[in-house]
């Protein structure tokens, strides 16, 4: 069975007192509105893990990730969290090769590989995000692209492993701009993607995995999105910091 999931991913936004703010909203909502079979994974600032931990029943519906991790699990590496000390505060999930860290703390496919190691070998469940730039959509193999993003970070893991990562397809022309793609333009890439997954994995396994899809979904595009056949949810960014939207995305969800 493919599991449903939404994502809300803040990014570096928020202080202290309006994420608790967020986080209890958030939960409350979710509590008394949403009825549909689908997790709801909230991904504030690393800071903010351990309170948000507080506000989230181990569980329920509602999971707790984090934005990122290392890829070692402890040592030398200022300012870095580790998988381990993710897993030792109760989070469940990391989303891993975000397009913004990999375009603005230089992360590379094979470094992504090695983090989705540690968070699986963890205990985590990585958001493992993958995407095109806007250069590659209109004059390039950005399909190529995306499958060789899967293919460096991802096929090392044995099936088994597999199974248990999440993917996220975010195109880069999409996030934070206004620009959502289309609901076909987002099918057609999330069919490919599981196209790849069976040409190494099966078919079993690739119809299992779940897909999202990120970049300026929101409570107006979002039932339209999840209604196509290959995606699964999505991880929301900009939509996420408001509680009544991120809520009325989560019930997009059917
Ligand atoms: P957005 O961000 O929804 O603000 O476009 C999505 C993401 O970057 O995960």
Same mark, same amino acid.
């Given at each position: 069975m493919r599991k449903k999931i939404v994502a809300g $991913?803040?990014?570096? $936004?928020?202080?202290l007192e309006e994420a608790k703010a967020l986080l209890s909203e958030v939960v409350n909502m979710v509590k008394d509105e949403v009825t549909g079979d689908v997790t709801v994974v909230l991904c504030p600032p690393a800071l903010y893990l351990t309170t948000s931990r507080q506000y989230i029943t181990a569980g329920g519906r509602v999971a707790l990730g984090a934005q990122n991790c290392h890829e070692k699990a402890s040592g030398a590496y200022t300012g870095e969290i580790s998988a381990p000390m993710l897993q030792s505060i109760g989070v469940e999930y990391v989303i891993l090769g975000h397009s913004e860290r990999r375009q603005y703390f230089g992360e590379t496919n094979a470094q992504l590989a090695d983090k989705v190691n540690s968070a699986l070998e963890n205990g985590l469940t990585p958001i493992f995000c993958c995407g095109e730039s806007r250069e590659l959509r209109e004059n390039g193999d950005y399909i190529g692209f995306v499958k060789d993003q899967l293919t460096d970070s991802l096929f090392h893991l044995s099936a088994e492993t597999f199974a248990k990562v999440v993917i996220a397809y975010e195109p880069i022309w999409a996030i934070g701009t206004g620009l959502t793609a289309s609901s076909a333009q987002a099918q057609d890439m999330h069919f490919e993607i599981r196209r790849h997954i069976a040409g190494q994995y099966g078919d079993a396994i690739a119809q299992d995995i779940t897909i999202l899809y990120g970049g300026s979904a929101n409570e107006k595009n979002a039932a339209e999105l999840f209604a196509q056949p290959d995606v699964d949810g999505g991880l929301i !960014? !900009?939509?996420?910091?408001k509680s009544r939207e991120f809520t009325n995305v989560v019930k997009a969800v059917n």
């Open positions: $991913n803040w990014k570096m $936004n928020k202080t !960014g !900009g939509a996420s910091l």
